[in-house]
């Protein structure tokens, strides 16, 4: 598949990620913020988020992110929050039934209110719980054997949002994502990616990364900051 957009470290790809995924190369990380469910802020060309109840939501959402553990061997951060507080919860409940194993959520306090920062692992083997806390044992993509590491739990994040002129959402402010990435090795990818935080922060750190969107003036609005990465 011909990307949209390819910088030293990454690239973006144009398209509903469901029929991009088939098309991914794996990579190690999932680190992603959907459209939250904002039933009364509908804007035009909105493609999820906006449905009339919150059943209707959470399904086909938590039916993507399932399909996403085709394209990532370790964990999926999933920043979610929006109008009505359990459809977060609805949706990391989905999950749970659909195999994945969460671990206690963290929290991103800003300028507006707080969302929840949900952690979840495939196997359930990298959970490893002792008396000194939680404990994980990871295999990166490039072959980085990182066993017996102290998993990163994120606790209460607190950042102002980025402002771009143009969005219709709130960006990720580079501070909460290099927060994350700081924390968990290898590659990376952002299948709701937006204006691009997370492959911004990802290439000035020199990390591979994957962003997809279905928006493409959201892409380009990331090509531009990734050109400035
Ligand atoms: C909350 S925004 C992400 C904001 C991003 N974290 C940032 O820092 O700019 C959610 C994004 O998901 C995209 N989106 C919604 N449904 C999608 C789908 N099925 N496939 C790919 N992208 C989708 C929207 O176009 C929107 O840009």
Same mark, same amino acid.
Request: proline share 7%; aromatic share 10%.
């Given at each position: 598949?011909?990307p949209?957009?390819? %910088?030293d470290?990454? $690239?973006?790809? @144009?398209?509903?990620?469901?029929?991009?995924i088939?098309?991914?190369?794996? /990579?190690?990380?999932? #680190?992603?913020?959907?459209?939250?469910?904002?039933?009364?802020?509908?804007?035009?060309?909105?493609?999820?988020?906006?449905?009339?109840?919150v &059943? =209707?939501? /959470? $399904?086909?959402?938590?039916? *993507?992110l399932?399909?996403?553990? %085709?394209?990532?061997?370790?964990?999926?951060?999933?920043?979610?929050?929006?109008?009505?507080?359990? %459809?977060?919860?609805?949706?990391?409940?989905?999950?749970?039934?659909?195999?994945? @194993?969460m671990?206690?959520?963290?929290?991103?306090? @800003?300028?507006?209110?707080?969302?929840?920062?949900?952690?979840?692992?495939? =196997?359930?083997?990298?959970?490893?719980?002792?008396?000194?806390?939680t404990?994980a044992?990871?295999?990166?993509? &490039?072959? =980085?054997? /990182?066993?017996?590491r102290? /998993?990163?739990?994120?606790?209460? *994040? $607190?950042?102002?949002?980025?402002?771009?002129?143009?969005?219709?959402?709130?960006?990720?402010?580079?501070?909460?994502?290099?927060?994350? #990435?700081?924390?968990?090795?290898?590659?990376?990818? =952002?299948?709701?990616?937006?204006?691009g935080?997370?492959?911004v922060?990802?290439? $000035?750190m020199?990390r591979r990364?994957?962003?997809?969107?279905?928006?493409?003036?959201?892409?380009?609005?990331c090509?531009?900051?990734?050109k400035?990465?």
């Amino acid at each position: 598949m011909t990307p949209f957009y390819t %910088a030293d470290y990454g $690239s973006l790809y @144009h398209g509903n990620l469901k029929d991009v995924i088939p098309h991914i190369e794996p /990579v190690d990380l999932c #680190l992603t913020s959907p459209p939250y469910y904002t039933p009364d802020r509908v804007f035009e060309g909105q493609v999820m988020g906006a449905e009339k109840t919150v &059943d =209707d939501y /959470v $399904s086909p959402l938590s039916g *993507l992110l399932l399909s996403l553990r %085709a394209v990532y061997t370790g964990r999926m951060y999933l920043i979610l929050g929006g109008e009505v507080p359990e %459809a977060p919860l609805r949706v990391v409940l989905a999950l749970c039934d659909g195999g994945m @194993h969460m671990h206690l959520p963290g929290f991103w306090a @800003h300028e507006s209110g707080i969302n929840y920062i949900f952690t979840f692992d495939g =196997d359930p083997k990298r959970m490893v719980y002792t008396n000194e806390g939680t404990r994980a044992s990871i295999k990166t993509s &490039d072959g =980085d054997d /990182v066993t017996e590491r102290q /998993v990163f739990h994120p606790g209460i *994040l $607190s950042a102002k949002h980025e402002k771009f002129a143009g969005t219709h959402y709130p960006s990720f402010p580079p501070k909460l994502i290099k927060g994350i #990435l700081s924390h968990e090795p290898g590659s990376v990818i =952002d299948p709701f990616c937006g204006a691009g935080t997370t492959c911004v922060v990802a290439e $000035s750190m020199r990390r591979r990364w994957i962003g997809i969107d279905v928006d493409e003036e959201a892409l380009k609005r990331c090509g531009r900051r990734l050109k400035k990465a």
